[in-house]
């Protein structure tokens, strides 16, 4: 047989998930013009573009822009698109070597980080991804009820971009949630919310804080909420202000402390809800006999560590306020894979520059398996980080190729795998359905005077596809 990523013999890759990630790679193995691929990008979901659509913020609609890109790839005649088919169970490991040259992982992470502390179980305490999952309209969270509408308090823990998301859809008037795709649940239980004060609480200083510029500011410009920053807490410490006055300081650090600063000089307008930020504060416990009912806070002093790292280590200061739901925004975290490596304290799969390794800290590669994305370097950096990421990942994958070291399949032909799903009765949804489901929820929009209303159950998505097949046979 002639050598792989020839015509006669296309290097076949699956890609495992289709957010930017999945795309990226994608992307990249199209690319190349010496060498001839054939990718097939698989989805647990019938819809694509992972966190782009279940992640990015509803009233954030330009970012999502982003997706024109993937429409290009996914176009592609080489690249296919199977969605609502989950690795680990509709398809296996085992499979994909029969038929590809090579898996690459890109299935971002889906769990959170916990914070540890006692009461952390108790009803009203959440992930914000959760929250974030429910009011993006993803079908894993349509079920949840954050009894919105006998929430007075909110804590949201963790002052990165995420928290600054739930923050701020938490704050929004109902006419500024109309003009997002936010999910028709999520924009109904907003509308009746009882949220008056939402605290947000960052355990280091407003020099610390992982929020950018532009996500901090908004909150600052809300129609229905005050911002509130107790001057106290906008006040750096004294390891803050050499940080501050350093050649080390970060611009976006100096411009965030700037902002705090003007906020906390800033009067309230008296506006429907408050956000009050909080720093150098860590909960401690969350109070209450069934549902959270108030958090217990303790003030954090901060101290450098031996590498020079300011960490916050807490005092003897303690505080309790009422709350009636809790949000801890303190990171995702993946989730291992059916036959992958997976190194449980980072929650990532360990790799070597987007090789899959055996085991977290060895060098020796598993042939054929790549990653990329939030599992490959943790849940950090903006969509566009992942396009290097995905880059360097499928830079070692055809490394491989020269080299020899990828899987040898037996099944190269491109009906295989829609051989193997209908086999097995997978629903799959092609590329085809999902411009049609995107179409119809663009046209839901329209009815409603809002930019897109969404599917939010696997089912809906289905039945909507058959609809509209039925409609339109032959199409
Ligand atoms: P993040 O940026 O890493 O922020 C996590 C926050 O949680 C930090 O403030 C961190 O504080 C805090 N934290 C961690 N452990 C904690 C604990 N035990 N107790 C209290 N606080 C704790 O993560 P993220 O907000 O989940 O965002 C993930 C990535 O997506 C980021 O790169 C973010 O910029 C990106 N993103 C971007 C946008 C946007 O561009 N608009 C929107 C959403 C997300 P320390 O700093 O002290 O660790």
Redesign the pocket.
């Given at each position: 047989m002639s050598s792989v990523g020839t015509t006669s013999n296309p290097l076949r890759v699956a890609i495992i998930g289709s957010g930017p990630s999945g795309f990226y790679a994608a992307e990249a193995l199209t690319k190349k013009a010496a060498i001839e691929a054939e990718v097939d990008i698989f989805d647990r979901l019938p819809t694509p573009y992972g966190l782009v659509r279940g992640?990015?913020?509803p009233d954030?609609l330009k970012?999502k822009s982003v997706t024109r890109v993937y429409e290009r790839i996914a176009a592609l005649d080489n690249v296919r698109f199977f969605g609502n088919v989950e690795f680990g169970k509709d398809i296996l490991l085992a499979d994909l070597q029969q038929q590809y040259h090579a898996v690459l992982f890109a299935v971002g992470s889906a769990s959170d980080?916990k914070?540890?502390i006692p009461g952390e179980d108790l009803k009203g305490s959440f992930a914000?991804t959760e929250f974030v999952g429910w009011y993006n309209g993803h079908p894993d969270y349509r079920h949840y009820d954050f009894e919105l509408d006998k929430v007075e308090s909110v804590a949201v823990?963790?002052?990165?971009?995420?928290?600054?998301?739930v923050t701020r859809i938490l704050a929004r008037s109902q006419a500024e949630l109309m003009e997002t795709d936010i999910a028709d649940d999520a924009l109904e239980a907003l509308a009746n919310s009882g949220v008056k004060k939402i605290y947000v609480?960052?355990?280091?200083g407003p020099a610390?804080?992982?929020?950018?510029n532009?996500?901090i500011k908004e909150l600052g410009e809300m129609e229905e909420a005050d911002i509130v920053v107790p001057m106290a807490d906008a006040t750096l410490d004294a390891l803050s202000e050499a940080y501050m006055e350093s050649d080390k300081a970060d611009k976006k650090d100096i411009r965030n402390v700037e902002i705090l600063k003007e906020y906390a000089n800033r009067e309230p307008e008296g506006k429907p809800k408050q956000i009050i930020m909080r720093f150098l504060v860590?909960?401690t416990e969350l109070i209450g006999t069934d549902h959270v009912e108030a958090v217990k806070i303790v003030k954090n002093e901060l101290y450098q560590d031996d590498r020079g790292n300011l960490r916050?280590r807490a005092t003897d200061q303690e505080e309790t306020f009422p709350v009636d739901l809790v949000f801890r925004?303190?990171?995702?975290r993946g989730v291992p894979l059916a036959d992958v490596p997976f190194y449980d304290k980072w929650g990532t799969i360990p790799n070597v520059d987007g090789r899959i390794v055996k085991e977290f800290g060895s060098e020796e590669a598993v042939p054929g398996m790549y990653v990329a994305g939030w599992i490959k370097r943790g849940?950090?950096?903006?969509i566009g980080t992942n396009r290097p990421d995905a880059v360097e990942s499928v830079n070692a994958l055809l490394a491989d190729v020269d080299s020899g070291t990828l899987w040898s399949p037996s099944q190269t032909d491109r009906a295989a795998m829609v051989n193997l799903l209908k086999e097995r009765n997978v629903r799959y949804v092609t590329w085809q359905d999902w411009l049609r489901l995107d179409q119809l929820e663009l046209e839901r929009g329209k009815v409603a005077g809002r930019p897109r209303v969404k599917f939010t159950t696997i089912k809906a998505m289905l039945d909507a596809l058959d609809e509209a097949k039925n409609a339109a046979p032959g199409d």
């Open positions: 992640g990015v913020a954030h970012i980080k914070l540890g914000a823990v963790g002052v990165g971009n995420v928290a600054m998301d609480l960052g355990r280091r610390q804080a992982a929020f950018t532009p996500e860590s909960p916050p925004s303190v990171g995702y849940p950090s950096g903006i």
